[in-house]
């Protein structure tokens, strides 16, 4: 029988060709009996209507409610994920319907901890102050402009899961100190990596930049709050390529106005797009990218590649490797 798959027109570039390249595609040759397309408009939810079309979607920013999967003639099989996180996706109403649910994480490990070392480099290094001076004159003022070095300083990460360790890796040879707060990470694995895992708020006190790197959920909405981040140092940068509303947005734009802390590179936000009147957006000791700045050719390929695997595999009565639901095979 013809296995019917959907994927998201957010997955396509201005000129309406895949983002990840048409390579990955050829993944999909694995089974013949597939019959995908690319949905008709660009949505912001999977609709009912559409978990009665098709036996899988291929999703990237549209969330998956439970009213999306409510209906009897819910015919989905699979939701993959393009990306690892799945903060937009009701895990629980999949498992209650059945449907798999999967996602990308190893593919996106190693450009998230690349793109969080280019936000930290860039802060040290003063790259848009600099910038500034040469666009507007001001060579002679680039005295006043000193960095960072990294190699007295420390770096901490909330989350020790993929990101976190890959991040561990890359980092060791910059910074003099490693530290982590996770909840749910061995102390002998972060140890093995050259950190050191101690409570949150000795981390937010102690580090010289703060990058998060952990899951949006109920336990991590608002993580960084006010409080944490009045624990910073005055000379202290925050990094975040996670989700947006694991930081309090207004707090943290009133401490990087009151100049409590140094700066912040954010990638992502509370709400996306972001809001053209957004006081960050005035900002000048702040970096900001659109949720984009580990989004590379090899990114995007690995991620759909490993996504659409997933797919295939269900649409064979396999069991995928990347499951985020498990229970679902209960």
Request: proline share 6%; net charge neutral; hydrophobic share 45%.
């Amino acid at each position: 029988m013809t296995f019917k798959l959907g994927i998201t027109r957010d997955v396509l570039d201005s000129q309406g060709e895949p983002s990840f390249g048409k390579a990955a595609l050829k993944v999909l040759d694995a089974n013949k009996e597939i019959a995908w397309e690319y949905l008709p408009e660009r949505i912001t939810e999977v609709s009912p209507d559409l978990a009665s079309r098709y036996d899988g979607l291929y999703v990237n920013s549209p969330k998956v409610t439970r009213a999306s999967v409510g209906r009897a003639d819910c015919k989905l099989k699979i939701i993959a994920r393009h990306g690892v996180g799945y903060d937009s996706v009701d895990v629980t109403a999949l498992t209650e319907r059945g449907i798999v649910l999967t996602n990308t994480p190893y593919a996106i490990r190693r450009p998230v901890a690349v793109a969080a070392l280019t936000m930290i480099f860039a802060l040290a290094g003063r790259l848009p102050t600099k910038d500034r001076l040469v666009r507007q004159n001001r060579w002679h003022e680039r005295t006043n402009h000193m960095g960072l070095g990294l190699t007295t300083r420390t770096i901490g990460l909330i989350g020790a899961g993929g990101i976190g360790e890959e991040l561990l890796k890359l980092a060791k040879p910059f910074f003099a100190r490693m530290l982590t707060a996770d909840p749910y990470a061995k102390a002998a694995r972060v140890n093995e990596l050259g950190a050191e895992l101690v409570p949150l708020d000795r981390l937010m006190g102690e580090a010289d930049f703060v990058v998060v790197c952990c899951l949006l959920n109920d336990e991590t909405f608002h993580l960084v709050n006010a409080a944490r981040l009045a624990l910073m140092k005055p000379s202290a940068f925050l990094v975040s390529l996670a989700r947006g509303p694991i930081i309090d947005e207004p707090a943290l734009i009133q401490a990087l106005r009151d100049n409590r802390i140094a700066g912040a590179g954010i990638d992502v936000f509370e709400k996306e797009p972001v809001d053209p009147a957004n006081p960050l957006l005035t900002l000048d000791n702040v970096i900001l990218t659109p949720h984009a700045l580990c989004w590379t050719d090899e990114c995007f390929h690995d991620m759909a590649a490993t996504g659409l695997k997933s797919i295939v595999d269900v649409s064979l009565g396999k069991r995928p490797v990347h499951v985020v639901n498990p229970d679902v095979y209960q």
